[in-house]
């Protein structure tokens, strides 16, 4: 693996400044979503923050020689893909007026049992990262693009301009996500990206919230 401890502490960066948007966001949208569509956000949020920190962490420890824990590493993938689609169902739930903070009806949904089938053949092994890495990239997409409209509405182009960034950024980030990490050179490209960003992310959230939220 081409894990340095400079690198690895350096992996933490993106994270925090994700942590920091996060926060920010979740300030914001506590009383103008509704309750399921907030918590819908901050379970996606926090499942993209505890994959970061997980895959943070996986390197801290393989940098300074303590273990080898490939169980860390291994679950950022289905965290972030599932944190950033909660996290782009609630955005785009919110800028459609369904996740606007009103009274709504509740409704049962009655979960019926369906027969278990069982079949003697033996399951096919699938070990490809891609379907993760389709839902993340989605997801993240389309989280983005509720941001820029967000944006759009409130006549900030200077958020939705540093959001498209951001988007582009991670989209490069995800590309990367499919190739060889076990090059330091590779590694060190994907941080710079990644930091970049989860930066623009930011920019773009402070932005938002100064202008628009705040008020």
Not at 123 to 134: A, D, E, G, Q, R
Not at 143 to 159: D, E, F, Q, V, W
Request: aromatic share 12%; with cysteine.
């Amino acid at each position: 693996m081409g894990f340095s401890v400079p690198m690895a502490l350096f992996d933490l960066v993106p994270v925090a400044l994700y942590l920091v948007s996060a926060v920010i966001f979740q300030r914001d949208f506590y009383s103008r979503m509704n309750k399921g569509c907030y918590a819908v956000f901050c379970a996606g949020t926090v499942m993209v923050i505890v994959g970061g920190l997980f895959k943070a962490s996986y390197k801290l420890l393989y940098a300074f020689g303590i273990c080898d824990f490939p169980m860390l590493s291994d679950c950022f993938m289905p965290f972030q893909a599932t944190g950033f689609t909660l996290t782009a169902i609630a955005v785009i739930g919110y800028v459609l007026g369904k996740g606007k903070e009103k009274k709504q009806g509740t409704e049962t949904v009655m979960a019926t049992a369906a027969p278990v089938l069982i079949s003697a053949k033996t399951p096919k092994l699938i070990t490809s990262k891609m379907l993760f890495v389709v839902f993340m990239v989605l997801g993240l997409v389309a989280a983005h693009i509720g941001y820029m409209i967000i944006a759009l509405r409130n006549k900030r182009k200077t958020s939705a301009v540093l959001f498209l960034i951001s988007m582009i950024m991670e989209l490069g980030m995800g590309y990367l996500s499919t190739r060889d990490f076990t090059k330091a050179s590779m590694n060190w490209i994907g941080e710079i990206v990644n930091f970049s960003g989860m930066l623009f992310l930011l920019m773009g959230t402070l932005d938002l919230h100064r202008n628009v939220f705040s008020d």
